[in-house]
């Protein structure tokens, strides 16, 4: 499967963003999704993953409250709404499939720049 990420862009403390992440090449509704984000200097962190008919969500820690994932399988896209957003938001956020209900995510799109200011 392919993944292609937008939405991303700059926004202030408090401020919303929607990331997007359109799916192509596989049957999408087959597909555990999940957003992850790399901040500089910082690894990889999960930041919350929507299971296969969308009734099961996870979240970091951090961002509950203020994020919501969901997906539309008729279009092939998942959603990262993110609002009240804080500067420690700031990070490149990478959209992610998985084949299997729980672990590792098989593939990956390119990354989008989301940056808050205070």
């Known amino acids: 499967v392919q993944l292609q990420a937008s939405g991303g862009g700059s926004a202030q403390t408090g401020g919303s963003l929607r990331l997007s992440c359109a799916a192509s090449?596989?049957?999408?509704?087959?597909?555990?999704m999940g957003w992850f984000r790399q901040a500089p200097g910082k690894e990889r962190e999960f930041v919350t993953s929507?299971?296969?008919?969308?009734?099961?969500?996870y979240y970091l820690d951090s961002v509950k409250g203020r994020f919501t994932i969901s997906r539309d399988n008729i279009k092939n896209t998942v959603y990262l709404q993110m609002n009240n957003l804080k500067p420690e938001d700031t990070a490149v956020y990478y959209c992610?499939?998985?084949?299997?209900?729980?672990?590792?995510?098989?593939?990956w799109g390119q990354g989008t720049q989301v940056t808050v200011s205070s």
């Open positions: 992610a499939a998985s084949t299997s209900i729980v672990g590792r995510f098989n593939y």
């Open positions: 090449g596989r049957i999408f509704s087959n597909y555990r």
């Open positions: 929507i299971s296969w008919g969308g009734g099961t969500t």
